[in-house]
């Protein structure tokens, strides 16, 4: 039985090669995502993988229950979410963070999740179980400065992880969050100003002293998606 998975901005950066990733496993990945062309973009490009675009605005709440109604109606099932749609914001100091600014980056990176979660659980509790994993960052346990409305809201992924681990283990629903460092995403090199002041020094405090990429990221992904972390849950991969 092919197994069905979400991947939340899966536009490009981390979602998109962990959607690629996941299909090329065997996987039929539902690509939700804003930008209906971009998804439509990636599908095109590996069209020997089951790659199925759906348009989709995360900080919307009728959005997501489209999205979820949509994944069930063409294949039936839902076994994993993965909670990647995020962004960030150009570096500032803490009196210089709008508060619109401040509450956009609360909604997309950890409202979205909220909503997303609460419209999938009821579906893998019906069906017996399913997995969701969360992308977070690693900023939050090194406290990046300048970057506090990210940062903040990076945290908050990870308690929300654990939190709803221990909320769903009865149901046969693991929750797991993945942390990565800085990461040369397409997102990211569209902000000049974040890769000049954090991609040397991110480099230089690493063991591995490269430019990390998204393809880095998605082996934990896969991992965590798999029969072999079937008894984790609740856990960040840093």
Sequence with gaps: ????????????????????????????????????????????????????????DVTNEESVRNLFHVTTARHGRLDLL????????????????PLEEWNRV????????????????????EQGGGKIVNISSGTPFRGVPFLLHYVTSK???????????????????????VAPGFTMSDGVKSHPEVVEKLRDVSVAARTIQRDQVPEDVVGAVVFLCSPAADFVTGQTMV
Aim: proline fraction near 5%; glycine fraction near 10%; aromatic fraction near 2%.
């Design 1 to 56: 039985m092919t197994k069905i998975a979400v991947v939340t901005g899966a536009g490009s950066g981390i979602g998109a090669a962990a959607a690629a990733a996941l299909a090329t496993d065997g996987w039929t990945v539902v690509l939700a995502g804003r930008r209906r062309t971009r998804l439509e973009e990636l599908a095109a490009t590996y069209p020997d993988l089951s790659l199925d675009p759906v348009p989709t």
């Design 82 to 97: 993965v909670n990647n749609a995020g962004m960030g914001g150009p570096p500032r100091d803490l009196d210089e963070i």
């Design 155 to 177: 945290g908050a992924i990870v308690a929300l992880t654990r939190a709803l681990a221990k909320e769903l283990g009865k149901d046969s629903i693991h929750v797991n969050c």
């Design 106 to 125: 609360m909604e997309v990176n950890v409202a979205s999740m909220f909503l997303t979660s609460r419209a999938v659980v009821p579906v893998m509790r």
